[in-house]
């Protein structure tokens, strides 16, 4: 079993960036596959990117492929999510979750997630 600890949100501009960081507790977190998805108000939670344990390989949604970055230090048990050039379409509530299974992007399957962490981009 793993928590998850989601910070890093906030409020920027279109065009900004930020870097949301997920900290896990235990010693398992470099066992667990990651990722990232986010929820909009009204919408469904949508995959965003995922990592495998040893960040070796990565996927991303195609709406946010060339702007985001996933990473994770297993040292400090930590998966990061680097964001550029954000637009107001981002805007929602970014959560990480872990999970046994490789590169998964539905949501549902997910068992642990964290609670997330507000961005909001303005135009």
């Known amino acids: 079993q793993v928590q998850l600890v989601e910070s890093g949100g906030g409020l920027v501009q279109a065009g900004g960036s930020l870097r949301l960081s997920c900290a896990a507790s235990?010693?398992?977190?470099?066992?667990?596959?990651m990722a990232w998805f986010r929820q909009a108000p009204g919408k469904e939670r949508e995959f965003v990117t995922t990592?495998?344990?040893?960040?070796?390989?990565?996927y991303y949604a195609d709406s946010v492929k060339g702007r985001f970055t996933i990473s994770r230090d297993n040292a400090v048990n930590t998966l990061y999510l680097q964001m550029h050039s954000l637009n107001p379409e981002d805007t929602a509530v970014y959560y990480c979750?872990?999970?046994?299974?490789?590169?998964?992007?539905?949501?549902?399957?997910?068992?642990?997630w964290g609670q997330g962490t507000q961005v909001t981009v303005s135009s």
């Open positions: 235990g010693r398992t977190f470099s066992t667990y596959n």
């Open positions: 979750a872990a999970y046994s299974i490789a590169l998964d992007t539905t949501a549902r399957r997910y068992p642990y």
């Open positions: 990592i495998t344990t040893s960040g070796g390989t990565t």
